[in-house]
Every structure is written in C-alpha cells, then in structure tokens.
C-alpha cells in the first residue's frame, strides 16, 4: 500500500495531522471522526520520511488496539523498514521495567499478580494482623489501595473516618512490603514503579527519551496522573508528542482519569498545533443524531459538531422486553434474522452492556439459539481453578521468592504439607534468612517436620529446580509444560476433586487448551521464554487467541471494553435507571455526566443499525422488581428512533426471502 495513495483519501485536516511532523499536536475530535486512523498514518508517514521506526512510540489503550495498529502500519510502510513500538502503557512500563528494575531493588524475575491474587495476599495479611470483620472485604480494600498508589486517594483520606480506608492505610505497607519481599509487581506497580524509576534516576530517563524520538497517545482523554506524568517526562526533550482524544468518551474517572490532561494539553506543552475533526466516518446519520442528542445535555465539555455524509440509514430502535430472559431471546432472535436479511458476518455484531455480570442471559439465549460469541473480558479464563492452579506452578518455576504462587502449587494436589509444617518452614526461612523454596530445600535441618512432610518438601523443591532447568533448555515448551501436569497427576487430582466425570472434563480441557495457549506462544514469538508467556498471559485477554483460531461470534462486550472499537450492527441493553446511570454514580452532576458518556461511546460504536432495550422486570437481589427506562432514552430525538413493537413483523418480502435462504441452506448441507 502507498502511503501518499492513503494520504489522499483523508480530508484536509486529517492530512494536516498526518504530515505534522514536529512539536507537540493535540487533536480533539468526536467518535469515528478518524483519530485512531490518523495517528496509524501518521506513524507510517514519519517512518516513510527516514525517521527510525524503533523511536517511534504509538500508546494505545487496549491490546486489540495495539495490534490492528500494527497491522495497518507494517501495511503501509515498505519492508524493512523496522518496526515501530505500538503498546499499551503496561506492557511499555512492562518492557521498561524487565530491563531496569534492579535499579529500584528488584530482581529481574519479578512476577505479575493479577486481581485475584492482590486479594489471596491481602486476605492473608489481613488474617495477619486479625482483620476478621465480615464488614471488610479485601476488594474495597484493594480499590483503596490501587486509589492510593495512584496517587489520587480521596482528599483528607488520613483523617477519614471510614473504617475501609483507614484499614486500608494500615494494610497497604504491608502489602506493599510482602509484594517486593516475593519479587511480585501488581498492575499498578508496572506504571507507578516506572514513573519512580524515570523520576529518580535522570540518565536512565535521559536513554529512554533519546530512545523515543517520536511519541503519539491514542485515547488521551482517559489517562491518569501517573501516565500524565510519565508521558510527559518522556516527550520532555523533544516535544515530539501527539495525543488524540475525545471529552466526551472520558470514562475513567473512577479510575482517576482526568479529563483536565486533554483540557490543560495546550496550556502544558507550548506552541501546540491543536487540530479538529468534525466529520464522523463511522455511523449512518440517525445514529449520530441520536449520539449528539445524547451528549449535548453533558454540561462539562467542549461543544463539537460532528457530521456525516454517509446518508440517514435506518432509525435507531428502541425495544422494551419483559424481563432479562425475554431481552436476551429477542435479541438472539433478532440477531438470526438480520444476519440473513442483511448478510452479515456474527463477526459483524455486538452486544454492549453496563458491566460483564449482565452477559450471562445473553450467553444463554446465544447458546439456546446456537450463535456463536465471544465474551471479552468476562469471568478470566485466567481466574479459574485449575488454570490459576497451573500458573502457580509456572510462577513460582519463573520466579522462586513467589511464596504466594508457591502456597497455591504446594497443595494442588496435596501433598502432605499441611499448616503446620508450613509453619514451621516459614519459621525457618525467617530465622534462617532463606527464601521459602530455600527452606523447603533444607528441610531436613527442620527438627519439627514429619517424615512425610519432610519427604515431600523436599521432592517438591527438586520437582521446581528441575522444571526451571528443563524451562530453560526446552525446545518444546509445550512438551515441558505436559510433562509437569502429568508428572504432578494433576487430571487425576481434578477428576478425585470434581466427583463426577463431566464437571472434571470441562476442567481438562480447559487445561488441554491452556497447554495449546503455551504451544501457541512459543511458535509465534521470536525467543520465547517461561518468563515472556506468564507475561502474555497477564497482559491479553484470550480473545486475541479465539480470534486466531477463526472467529469470534458476536462481540458481548462492555461499554468500558467496547471503547475504540466498531461495529456494523449493535445492541445496548439494559438501559434502565439504577443500571445506566448506575445508581452508585447518578448521585452528583459529575457522577452522570460520566454516565451519559458511556452511554454516548456505546452509541457511536454502531456503524449502520442500531437496537436499544430495556426491560420491564429485573431480577434484584433475588426478587423481581419493575424496572424504570433510563432518563437518557428520552434524551434521544424522536425523529431518529423509532419504538419496536414486539410484533413488528418484518416485511413479509423480506420474510419470504428469508425463508427461501433458510431453505437453500438446508438443501445445500443436505446435498454436501
Ligand atoms: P473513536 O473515537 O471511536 O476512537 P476514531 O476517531 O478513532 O473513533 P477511527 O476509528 O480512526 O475513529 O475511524 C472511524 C472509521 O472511519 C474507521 O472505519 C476508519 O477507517 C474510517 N475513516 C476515518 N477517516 C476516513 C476517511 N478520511 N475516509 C474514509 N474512512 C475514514
Ligand atoms: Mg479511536
């Protein structure tokens, strides 16, 4: 593909983005006016006008992002050109951290946590020190904590009186204490120590900037302070950034986003070149009336006029179910007969709701009607037993100081290591100064072990050792990988722990597909290591894997997760009061301000058609309860919506040529 070909396509400002070469450039624009699009060419532009691709630096928000980024720009430039560096903040601060991090006192082979081991640890520490109140869970907890460390911690916090933070305080020392002390990093650390590492050691950040000459953030409204600051540190010397976003699709403030980073651009980088895009590519016209309908009631934002010239396309339609069964049916229904009507790929296709615990009906009636789907970002397939099981044994193989992942391998399956003699080799290995593998290795030393306990601590450090050599040399990480869990007996152990066959199955396949996920790595990364799998494993989500494997389904998809993305046919459900707005947030201006712009970044995610529901009855904390239409339903303009009737019957012409498809179909499988 010829760059200038692609250069000529774009309107006047587009262009003028694109060919910005130096100082920094901030564009504001609505959805779907081609941000994303404009800094993907701008990156094969600059690589086009000689600069070097390694110092060109893309941030974007999602993996998914990251990688159809990629794609366009290795599309776009000649081969051989190199590559450029297109990442999310965390696998940057990732890569960043691998290689510096001895400098803030870790070790090289430092572990990620994810969500549900931050809470095993806290859980722990909070039996420590007898935090036993049934009122605190270690999740507020954690929230507090992640608030904290990011630097954006309620004001007056210390002085509060809220038992969860002041707990939270006391906690968080120890937590953060017990995390180095095991060589582990949780996602926050990953930007928060990478910031430390920049802000105190000036040659290591004086390397980083002379290695990204070049440095372009994609969704910038949504970063917080920490990425505030840590962008800023790095474009320091040059000026060379160009951030793209929109205030109206800020949806993190609950995360400590700012939406003042994007505001205050101009006023913190000098001689800013500010561009405006105003015609949306994305979306027929009642669906973008339908979106500025919606935003324009936000008080606090910078007015914009998008337009479209794509024509008005169908209205926008609005449905009332029964209940959330009766949601989902009809929208699986609905779903089967537009695809036919209107030849669309499932691919095509998203559901987006207020938050994954609504895609359960949904995967029911997808499942019922035999559609195919992909969940993204719902219950981790990381999160489960015998996947977090195994990783444990990975992790501590990767990393020994990883006491938590060890306290998990070291009873599944159980091996006659009991509290007590866990005990006494914690006991050991602090009088001793030894980690907690160096204790298990010395067992013997430990006058109050059984022989039993003994035995298979012993074997246990042997079986970790091993594997870390056989990790090492492998060609065959797969192999390796087969081995352990055969070796452990650890289908054995699911099959005595899940009683009947069927439940263990699920459970072995999830396995078998965890080994294909490691065969799966190690074929497609240029060295792989044990180390660079745990990694892909806690910064993707699987979808990226199923969507190799051919075909995703239709999207279910939170608004949250659906941000960036298109679609040509879309379904938002569950626009109800109390759900969006969420009750928690429809409390202040700010609150629901934020709330509508979710409900604006659901909307402009449509292409083409688009369908609304809301139900009449929604199971609550067990009782069904009425539900109400949300206030945002009526700030649609009429004249682009159009009410469904359960009984709108779709033409009958449309209907017969539905039939007949149906019939083909039938007959061509028949004849196969
Ligand atoms: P969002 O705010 O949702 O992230 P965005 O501003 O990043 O949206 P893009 O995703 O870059 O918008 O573009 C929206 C769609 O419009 C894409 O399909 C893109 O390929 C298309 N598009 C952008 N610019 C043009 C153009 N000049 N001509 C044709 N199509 C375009
Ligand atoms: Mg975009």
Not at 217 to 223: A, I, K, L
Not at 534 to 553: A, N, V
Not at 594 to 610: D, H, N, P, Q, S
Request: with cysteine; glycine share 6%; net charge neutral.
């Amino acid at each position: 593909m010829d760059i200038y070909r692609e250069i000529k396509h774009l309107n006047p400002r587009q262009k003028e983005a694109v060919m910005h070469k130096d100082g920094p450039l901030l564009i504001l624009a609505g959805a779907g006016s081609g941000k994303t699009r404009v800094i993907t060419m701008r990156t094969a532009y600059l690589i086009h006008l000689g600069i070097s691709a390694k110092t060109i630096l893309a941030v974007t928000f999602t993996n998914k992002a990251a990688k159809e980024m990629r794609q366009r720009v290795s599309s776009m430039v000649k081969r051989g050109s190199g590559r450029p560096v297109i990442s999310t903040f965390h696998s940057l601060c990732l890569r960043i951290l691998r290689q510096e991090i001895e400098h803030l006192g870790y070790k090289k082979d430092f572990t990620i946590y994810g969500t549900s081991e931050q809470v095993s640890l806290l859980r722990s520490i909070m039996v420590d020190i007898t935090v036993h109140d049934t009122n605190f869970k270690a999740e507020s907890v954690l929230e507090h904590i992640s608030r904290t460390k990011n630097d954006f911690a309620p004001a007056g916090a210390d002085s509060s009186d809220d038992p969860v933070e002041v707990a939270s305080s006391f906690i968080y020392p120890k937590y953060r204490e017990a995390l180095k002390s095991m060589n582990a990093l949780d996602f926050d650390d990953l930007l928060v120590l990478t910031l430390k590492l920049f802000r105190e050691h000036p040659d290591i950040l004086a390397k980083y900037r002379d290695k990204y000459k070049y440095i372009m953030v994609d969704e910038y409204q949504d970063t917080n302070s920490v990425q505030y600051d840590f962008i800023k540190l790095l474009a320091g010397n040059t000026m060379n950034l160009c951030v793209v976003g929109d205030d109206d699709q800020s949806i993190y403030g609950w995360r400590g986003a700012d939406i003042g980073n994007i505001l205050n651009f101009e006023k913190d980088f000098r001689d800013t070149v500010t561009i405006r895009l105003e015609q949306n590519y994305r979306s027929f016209d009642h669906i973008l009336k339908a979106a500025n309908g919606v935003i324009k009631n936000n008080r606090k934002r910078m007015e914009k006029s998008l337009w479209t010239d794509k024509g008005a396309g169908p209205k926008v339609n609005i449905f009332q179910a029964t209940n959330t069964e009766d949601e989902a049916e009809w929208v699986a229904g609905k779903i089967d007969f537009i695809k036919h009507d209107k030849n669309l790929a499932y691919e095509d296709i998203a559901i987006i709701y207020r938050a994954n615990l609504f895609s359960k009906p949904f995967e029911e009636a997808m499942r019922r009607q035999r559609i195919p789907y992909t969940v993204v970002g719902g219950t981790s397939y990381f999160e489960r037993k015998e996947i977090m099981d195994i990783s444990a044994y990975l992790k501590v193989i990767a990393n020994p100081s990883d006491t938590l992942s060890l306290l998990r391998a070291v009873n599944a399956p159980k091996r006659g290591i009991g509290p007590a003699a866990l005990n006494a080799l914690s006991e050991y290995a602090s009088t001793q100064s030894l980690s907690f593998i160096e204790a298990f290795e010395k067992a013997s030393e430990i006058e109050k072990l059984g022989q039993r306990a003994l035995s298979s601590a012993e074997s246990f450090s042997e079986l970790i050792a091993r594997y870390r050599n056989l990790f090492e040399n492998s060609r065959d990480m797969a192999k390796t990988l087969k081995d352990l869990i055969e070796e452990i007996d650890y289908k054995d152990y699911l099959i005595r722990l899940y009683k009947t066959p069927e439940a263990a199955y699920r459970r072995i396949e999830n396995l078998d597909g965890f080994v294909e996920s490691v065969a799966h790595y190690a074929s497609s990364g240029s060295s792989p290591s044990l180390q660079g799998f745990l990694e892909t494993m806690s910064l993707t989500d699987l979808i990226e894997e199923k969507e190799e494997k051919g075909g995703r389904g239709v999207t279910l998809i939170s608004f949250h997760s659906s941000k960036g993305l298109e679609f040509p046919l879309v379904f938002i459900a569950g626009i109800e009061e109390d759900i969006l707005p969420h009750k928690k947030s429809a409390v202040n201006d700010e609150g629901l301000e934020e709330e509508r712009r979710l409900f604006y970044v659901g909307i402009t995610r449509a292409m083409k058609e688009l369908f609304i529901t809301y139900t009449q009855h929604r199971v609550k904390y067990g009782k069904e309860t009425p539900s109400v239409a949300s206030r945002f339903l009526e700030e649609i303009p009429s004249d682009v919506s159009k009410i469904l009737d359960r009984f709108d019957k779709p033409d009958p012409e449309k209907d017969r040529a539905y039939v007949n498809k149906l019939y083909e179909e039938l007959m061509a499988k028949l004849e196969d």
